[in-house]
C-alpha cells in the first residue's frame, strides 16, 4: 500500500507568514491528492481537490500544487483563523489513506 | 443542509460488539459512496471503510478487515457500521462520511458527521 507522509509534523508562524506543508506518497499517484483542516474540537473540512482545486468557500491564500510524489499545501499569509492541524488524502485507489498531519500554531 | 449523525458509540470490553448508525439527511443518500473514517483520541484520520451507492463495492481497511462489516438502508437514509471482536486499539471517533467521486473511483470525503466516540477497555 501507498504511504503518505508530512512534514513537519508542527509548526509554529507568526501572523502574515507563509508557511508551507509537504506531502510525500511512497508511489506516484498523479494528482490525486486532497488537503482538509481540522480546527481544534471540529471535524474536517475539504480544502483542496486534485492537488490544486480550492473548494468553494476556501481563502484564496491557499493554495496546493504537486505532481506523483511530492505535493505542497501553501497558505500565503498566515491568519490567526488558519490555526488547525492539516491532513492530505490521496484517492488514486483504496485504500484512501491519510498523512499524519501538520499541527499549524500561531507563534 | 446536509447532516450526518452517528449513534451507537459506547464503551465496550474487548473482543466484544457494537453497531454504530449514521442518519444522513439533505440529501439522498442512495447517490453517494458512504464511509466510516476514524480518528483516535489525540491521532490522526483513518480512513476504515467504503460502500458504494449500490452496495455493488465495498472497501475495508486491513486493520479491520474480516471484523467490521460496512452496511447501509437507502430507504432509511442510513449508513452502518457492524464492529465485532473490538480490540484496544479500536477507540476512536468514528466518523460518518460522504464521498465524491472522480470518473468511477471513490475519490474524497466532503462531509463529515461530528463523530461516535467508541471506547474499548476492561
Known amino acids: 500500500d501507498i504511504q503518505m507522509t508530512q512534514s513537519p509534523s508542527s509548526l509554529s508562524a507568526s501572523v502574515g507568514d507563509r508557511v508551507t506543508i509537504t506531502c510525500r506518497a511512497s508511489?506516484?499517484?498523479?494528482?490525486?491528492l486532497a488537503w482538509y483542516q481540522q480546527k481544534p474540537g471540529k471535524v474536517p473540512k475539504l480544502l483542496i481537490t486534485?492537488?490544486?482545486t480550492l473548494q468553494s468557500g476556501v481563502p484564496s491564500r491557499f493554495s496546493g500544487s504537486g505532481f506523483g510524489t511530492d505535493f505542497t499545501l501553501t497558505i500565503s499569509s498566515l491568519q490567526s483563523e488558519d490555526v488547525a492541524t492539516y491532513y492530505c488524502?490521496?484517492?488514486?485507489?483504496?485504500?484512501?489513506?491519510f498523512g499524519g498531519g501538520t499541527k499549524v500554531e500561531i507563534k | 443542509e446536509v447532516q450526518l449523525v452517528e449513534s451507537g458509540g459506547g464503551l465496550v470490553m474487548p473482543g466484544g460488539s457494537l453497531r454504530l448508525s449514521c442518519a444522513a439527511s439533505?440529501?439522498?443518500?442512495?447517490?453517494?459512496?458512504m464511509n466510516w473514517v476514524r480518528q483516535a483520541p489525540g491521532k490522526g484520520l483513518e480512513w476504515v471503510s467504503s460502500?458504494?451507492?449500490?452496495?455493488?463495492?465495498?472497501y475495508y481497511a486491513d486493520s479491520v478487515k474480516g471484523r467490521f462489516t460496512i452496511s447501509r438502508d437507502n430507504a432509511k437514509n442510513s449508513l452502518y457500521l457492524q464492529m465485532n471482536s473490538l480490540r484496544v486499539e479500536d477507540t476512536a471517533v468514528y466518523h460518518c462520511?460522504?464521498?465524491?467521486?472522480?470518473?468511477?473511483?471513490?475519490?474524497?470525503?466532503?462531509?463529515w458527521g461530528q463523530g461516535a466516540l467508541v471506547t474499548v477497555s476492561s
Open positions: 488524502q490521496k484517492y488514486d485507489s483504496v485504500p484512501l489513506t
Open positions: 508511489q506516484g499517484i498523479s494528482y490525486n
Open positions: 486534485a492537488t490544486s
Open positions: 439533505g440529501f439522498a443518500l442512495s447517490n453517494y459512496y
Open positions: 460502500i458504494s451507492s449500490s452496495n455493488s463495492y465495498i
Open positions: 462520511a460522504r464521498a465524491l467521486i472522480v470518473g468511477t473511483t471513490l475519490a474524497y470525503f466532503d462531509y
